[in-house]
């Protein structure tokens, strides 16, 4: 925190004390090169000529001791030096006179020009013997010396205040700019070490758009993260713990196999070939609720539902056909969705399979297509079969990895439990949604939800 701020600090105030010295290099120069209209001279001698006339003024009212100490005043206050030449062109206050004082007096002297434009004379009269001295004003050395030591007293003294306030204000900027880098930095160093309940929150300080935006993002991706990994420790529990009956059976059906007779022995060797079956379905669907659980889909593709539909139904048709069941599609329409059409094929052939699971007596399983083209720009899906439905606190449920109601795990037909949850995992990757309800009637009735593609 202390090295960021230091060094954003020092950025902002070395910024500043650069544009305040451009800005009186600039205001110097302008002010000794810009011509009056009018007067044709420029403002630094028209100030050099003002100033001479106040001295010309107190040397022929105050006399010699008055103009020494206003020469002394007007020497203090700012880049140009003044002089009060006697006819011997001596200093009258014993200074050591530049050359250019000295041409511009004698020129004077003789009724010449001006040797430099930086350099003004005027004639004074003192009071005491009405003797006759000149007045001069020169502007000396180049215009970085001027700046930096020909300066009064109240300029630096201006300038202190200047690059004061200028340190404040650069000390409040790199506050407001580190503090909540610094936040942000201890929320993603405890993240790092594995407290995965890190986050920055709301920043009281340092609130623009972008520091905001960082924040939020750094947030949004650490409840990403921190989902997919209770998502997998969830799995990895739920596996482990679903595992273990048919594990357990298959050992029993082992041992049945050892010691048993020849019809016991093809017995058990089925049993262990069903298991190890729905061992093999239980992990390749656990391996593609993980893959879509922590890496969505890219929507590449341009799908057209009905065909994907008529696709999936005549697959459940013939999965259904041994038991009399079958499936009716009511609605068709020209419609398109953007996405995977692997993950949709899989996720409306979970739901499928679940209605023809549960589905009883000869009533067909009825799936109604509906395109909504105003402003959702959605289709549903509504699938419905003719079961025993399903008890109003698991509607949720059922999309829950593993989770079976107590009918299914009383069934064979009761599956691994993670159909729907990778149906639904996909169709959320899609930016659809999937509800489950009772049907009037009887039954159960789920509602998909998709977004339809863009032309």
Known sequence: MRRLFWRIFAAFWLANA??????AWLTTSSFESQKIPGLEITRLQAAMDEQLGRLAREARRGGAERLHQTLRIADSMGPIEFYALDANNEDTLGKRVSRDALA??????????????????????LREDRSEIVLVAAAEGSLVGRIIYKRGVSFWSHLIVAMVVSAVVSA???????APLARIRASTRRFAEGDLDARVGRLPFGRSTEI????EEFDNMAARITDLVENNRRLVR???????????????????ARDGDEATVAQSMARIEREADRLEAMLAQAIELSRLATRPERQVERIAIVELLEDVIANADYEGAPSGRRIVLDGKAD???AGSREALHSALENVLRNAL????????????LAVDESTTRTLSLEIRDHGPGVAEADLVRIFEPFYRTDAARARSSGGTGLGLAIARRAIVNHGGMIVAANADGGGLSMRVTLPLATA
Do not use: C, K, Q
């Not at 511009?104 to 009269?125: C, H, I, K, L």
């Open 18 to 23: 650069a544009i305040i010295i451009t800005l």
């Open 104 to 125: 511009a007096a004698s020129a004077f002297r003789a009724g010449n020009a001006m040797p430099t434009d930086r350099v003004r004379v005027m004639p004074a009269t």
């Open 172 to 178: 409040l900027l790199a506050w407001f700019v580190a």
């Open 212 to 215: 905001t935006a960082l924040a």
């Open 238 to 256: 739920d596996v482990s713990h679903e595992l273990r009956s048919p594990l357990a059976r298959l050992r029993v059906a082992l041992e049945l």
């Open 335 to 337: 419609a398109f969705v």
């Open 357 to 368: 699971a549960y589905t009883t007596g000869d009533a067909p399983i009825e799936v109604h």
